[in-house]
């Protein structure tokens, strides 16, 4: 029972972590609790029709098929939410500012609220059909214990939405001055450990060589498998033993996505001095 | 623009090293079974230095997740099939590993001398 509420709440983390700041990032953008719980359904759904399709999507790309569809999902989630950074460097702070928004804004807010409908659904995608997968092991292996599941899934899927919705209020009570830095770092570190992530899968699928590895190993300071360790990997792709290739993702995809940041608000800045 | 030039050169650092990556395709090749939920043989001697392709073969009806913080690899096997893993280069040293889905029996650890 306690394990299957520790495997649980592990999965579950690190959908919730994301989507924690995810919500706080895009608060102020109209309509943006129906577009975060539709990315939650399709989410689950999707991971319902991936853990069902496991054996077809193993066999692809001759049994590789698993880790090219990881890295992919991730990858895309990465794109995504690098321009939502990007985008919020310029519109973020007018949200926040005025409750009511003017028309223009609506139609951004649209565009960025696809985008946090995709991020999300991806999150719980990926984590969601690992869930079902081993929830539907122990189901099929011991029909006894089907309720003791449920109740187990329950817990570790409660306690890891607390998290979640800790890190989101949390999020909410930053003076508003130091908001949009706070979620942008964020959701930049979180962009950037998921591309450390992707980088894991090909180097398991043998498409990328892993060069140095492990290129630390921290596991006896703070063990991945810790609270600790779970939550930091989930916030900022922590890991005890990464590989040199993964941390060449990691900075890669942290400097690329600065820099857009820093050029999107420099035009910004630009074009308003070109206005007045 | 400074930021440009460094984002072109990250770009190019990061395709010159994908280029460089050795295909070995002389890889040596392991097998695990699982049986039971329990990894046969429970401990696999490995050389040291060498990339490893790991087949392992789910017998179970049921997934597994074959997971190792040490090797740093987490992998889906679905019920009666054979799954592919690479590992290492390692240096020597014992690399334990779990199914994660049945973490009670289902313990392994592969050696590397």
Same mark, same amino acid.
């Given at each position: 029972m306690f394990g299957t509420i520790i495997i649980v709440f592990r999965e579950v983390l690190e959908a919730a972590i994301l989507i924690g700041i995810v919500a706080a990032a895009t608060r102020g953008i109209p309509g943006r609790n129906r577009w975060l719980v539709g990315g939650v359904v399709l989410g689950l759904l999707g991971s319902a029709l991936v853990a069902f399709s496991t054996e077809s999507i193993a066999t692809l790309a001759s049994g590789m098929g698993q880790e090219l569809f990881n890295a992919t999902v991730l990858g895309i989630a990465v794109v995504m939410l690098a321009w939502h950074n990007i985008w919020m460097t310029t519109h973020g702070a007018q949200l926040a500012a005025s409750a009511k928004s003017v028309g223009s804004e609506i139609r951004d807010g649209t565009q960025e609220c696809s985008i946090l409908l995709v991020v999300i659904g991806l999150a719980v995608l990926r984590e969601g059909s690992e869930t079902v997968l081993f929830l539907y092991g122990i189901a099929t292996s011991d029909a006894n214990s089907a309720s003791t599941m449920l109740m187990a899934g329950a817990i570790g899927l409660a306690a890891g939405a607390a998290v979640g919705y800790l890190l989101y209020a949390g999020l909410l009570r930053? !003076?508003?001055?130091?908001?949009? /830095?706070? /979620?942008?770092?964020?959701?930049?570190?979180?962009?950037?450990?998921?591309?450390?992530?992707?980088?894991?899968?090909?180097?398991?699928?043998?498409?990328? !060589?892993?060069?140095?590895a492990p290129l630390w190993d921290t596991s006896g300071l703070l063990p991945a498998q810790s609270i600790p360790g779970m939550l930091l990997h989930g916030l900022i792709g922590y890991e005890d033993r990464p590989s040199g290739m993964q941390m060449i993702f990691y900075v890669v995809v942290l400097a690329a996505i600065a820099l857009g940041m820093k050029w999107a608000s420099?035009?910004?800045?630009?074009?308003?001095?070109g206005v007045s | 623009m400074i930021s440009a030039r460094l984002v072109s050169f990250l770009i190019a650092l990061f395709a010159v090293l994908l280029l460089v990556s050795p295909g070995f395709a002389d890889d040596t090749e392991f097998a695990l079974v699982i049986k039971d939920h329990r990894f046969q043989p429970a401990e696999l001697l490995v050389p040291a230095g060498k990339k490893i392709k790991l087949k392992v073969q789910n017998q179970d009806s049921t997934p597994e997740e074959f997971e190792s913080h040490d090797l740093n690899r987490e992998k889906v096997i679905p019920g009666n099939s054979t799954a592919t893993i690479y590992i290492g280069p390692l240096k020597e040293g014992r690399y334990p590993f779990v199914g994660e889905f049945n973490e009670k029996t289902a313990q392994g650890v592969i050696v590397a001398k």
């Open positions: 930053v !003076p508003l001055r130091w908001f949009f /830095t706070a /979620t942008s770092v964020l959701v930049l570190l979180l962009a950037a450990g998921m591309a450390s992530q992707a980088a894991r899968f090909l180097i398991q699928a043998d498409i990328i !060589p892993s060069l140095a420099a035009t910004h800045n630009a074009k308003r001095k | -």
